[in-house]
């Protein structure tokens, strides 16, 4: 078997969880044999990257940006180097300019054979420093999201899921959802995340996200929410949010920018919203709609399942790998 070495900063991060560890039974299935590595800030642990890097067919390196002399010695050992990333990690988390930052995803761009690039934004960006450029999307398991929930009949539950780093996202909308309130008086928003927000002028049910709990908790609420604000990190966005959420049945409503246009056809399997008042009527909308909310469910699930499910990413994945080697 062909070794293919993965190495991401952590086994908890959401890119290394949905553009690697999900693969790795059907990369065995297709002849290679997957490793994952930490790179954390020892020296001990970069030198057994490199050990690993010399006996592998094939080296990726999920979304960082490396220090200079260990991606020298990286390429050096690699056969086949690939950078894959799902975020606009050049530029900062504002979606401002950085110079650092840019500086080292252009070396990094440079050096390797390949790039997989989460979307068509990344994907322009790094063409501008190596042609060989490939959009991967990132996928989900759709099996796992298919599941059967009792939905809350008291309340309409709008969920969201994410954690403290896109917390900002969620509070953006907070005037939105204030309005919403007026108009459907039993609406319920349900936080999957490590946080909650508490006197924003409607009930929360906060949910600590767990592997296990997720899906249940997805599918158990009425209605996706995946606002964002427009800027270059949003449009580095690679559309998780939605996905899940049309996993799971769920119609969705989504901020009009970037990849999330892509996913959501409006009338179609959710709402696209540029202003608060557009979230607001679209909510409102949907909660009133019961047929409304199932349709747009059935056709964001079945859209996923033909164009974002694991099985049809994958695809691309292997032929790219066995391209490339």
């Known amino acids: 078997m062909k070794t293919l070495l993965i190495l991401s900063k952590s086994e908890k991060d959401p890119s290394t969880r949905y553009r690697s560890l999900q693969y790795f039974s059907l990369f065995e299935k297709s002849g290679f044999k997957p490793q994952h590595m930490l790179l954390a800030k020892k020296t001990t642990n970069y030198l057994q990257a490199l050990t690993c890097a010399r006996r592998a067919h094939t080296v990726i390196v999920l979304r960082r940006t490396l220090p200079i002399l260990f991606l020298w010695l990286l390429r050096k050992n690699a056969k086949r180097l690939i950078f894959d990333f799902d975020d606009a990690i050049f530029c ?12 080292r995803f252009a070396t990094m761009v440079r050096l390797c054979d390949n790039i997989f690039a989460g979307n068509k934004y990344l994907a322009k960006a790094a063409q501008a420093f190596n042609s060989n450029v490939i959009q991967v999307p990132t996928s989900v398991d ?14 309409i539950d709008i969920v969201w899921i994410g954690s403290r780093s896109t917390r900002k996202y969620l509070e953006y909308i907070i005037p939105a959802l204030q309005k919403a309130k007026k108009l459907v008086f039993n609406l319920r928003l349900k936080i999957i995340a490590d946080f909650n927000l508490s006197d924003i002028g409607l009930q929360t049910l906060p949910i600590q996200w767990t592997p296990e709990n997720e899906a249940i908790e997805l599918a158990s609420a009425h ?44 009338g179609v399997n959710g709402d696209l919203a540029r202003t608060m008042d557009d979230w607001a009527e679209s909510i409102h909308r949907l909660a009133l709609n019961r047929d409304l909310r ?21 695809d691309r994945i292997i032929s790219a790998l066995n391209t490339t080697i």
């Open 92 to 103: 900062k988390d504002d979606g401002s300019r950085s110079t650092s930052r840019m500086a």
């Open 142 to 155: 759709t099996n796992k999201y298919f599941v059967h929930a009792n939905k809350p009949k008291n309340s």
């Open 223 to 266: 209605i996706g929410i995946a606002p964002l604000t427009d800027d270059n990190w949003s449009q580095g966005k690679c559309g998780l949010k939605v996905l899940q959420y049309m996993a799971a049945g769920l119609p969705v409503i989504a901020s009009n920018v970037g990849v999330n246009a892509e996913l959501v056809q409006p």
């Open 294 to 314: 199932a349709r747009y469910g059935s056709a964001g699930r079945q859209f996923v399942k033909c164009n974002y499910s694991i099985e049809v990413v994958f």
